[in-house]
């Protein structure tokens, strides 16, 4: 739906209404959609630095089109010969590069900056962990092949993991920030590394912690089911108790 929105936008410049206000924001009209506030502006010069968009030529068709039209460099004429289904299919392909170019542009200098401006400013969200003290969270890529896995966001302070809350987040790609930005991040700005949290949750009845010994058997108890799992996927049986 938010696809067909953003056609429909670049529809009313290509018959010529609104185009004063469009024709020279496509980016600006991607980072305002909802669920795109992880995203940052990337510069127009870096999208149409060849260099920096080596082995992105397979990604989508038309490369040079899908760049020229990130850019709003598209000839309208062209744009108003394409159907209803290939202009979608046009923004579609946008939407992606422009995520595979954001992943190198968040790693360099200048985006490592506008990334740490939202950052600070707990654009990506807080960790739910009560003990990390709402400490702002990362965005994180697991993989940095596209559509293998949804973003994820990565605690400085516990140093785990978490799903976004929101699911308009969670649709993201993961590859649109990949596996290195967390660390670049927070080598590049070691002031903003944390503090790891000294406390931690211990369960108590009536106030009382649970009897060290209790907690043994239980491991105990988990580790022997582990076991028992493991040789009957394996073919062999017998009395384990």
Not at 17 to 37: A, M, N, Q, T
Not at 125 to 153: S, T
Request: charged content about 25%; hydrophobic content about 35%.
């Amino acid at each position: 739906m938010a696809d067909i929105e953003m056609v429909e936008a670049r529809s009313n410049t290509a018959d010529g209404s609104d185009s004063s206000e469009y024709v020279e924001f496509w980016i600006d009209l991607f980072l305002g959609r909802k669920g795109h506030e992880y995203f940052c502006d990337v510069d127009t010069d870096y999208i149409v630095d060849r260099f920096n968009l080596i082995n992105l030529q397979k990604t989508v068709n038309k490369f040079t089109q899908v760049i020229q039209y990130i850019v709003d460099e598209l000839d309208d004429t062209i744009l108003e010969q394409l159907s209803s289904g290939r202009m979608q299919q046009l923004e579609h392909d946008a939407c992606k590069l422009y995520g595979l170019i954001h992943a190198r542009y968040v790693i360099t200098i200048k985006g490592l900056q506008k990334m740490l401006q939202k950052y600070k400013e707990a654009d990506f969200g807080r960790c739910p962990r009560v003990y990390c003290n709402f400490q702002p969270l990362l965005p994180v890529g697991l993989h940095d092949a596209p559509g293998v896995d949804c973003v994820k966001l990565y605690c400085p302070c516990c140093e785990d993991l978490y799903v976004p809350k929101s699911t308009r987040h969670s649709a993201i790609d993961g590859a649109y920030f990949g596996t290195s930005f967390a660390g670049m991040f927070l080598q590049a700005f070691p002031e903003m590394v944390p503090k790891h949290p000294v406390q931690r949750y211990v369960p108590k009845i009536f106030g009382f912690d649970l009897h060290k010994q209790a907690q043994t058997a239980r491991w105990q108890e988990l580790q022997r089911l582990k076991l028992e799992n493991r040789l009957k996927s394996k073919g062999v049986d017998g009395n384990y108790k």
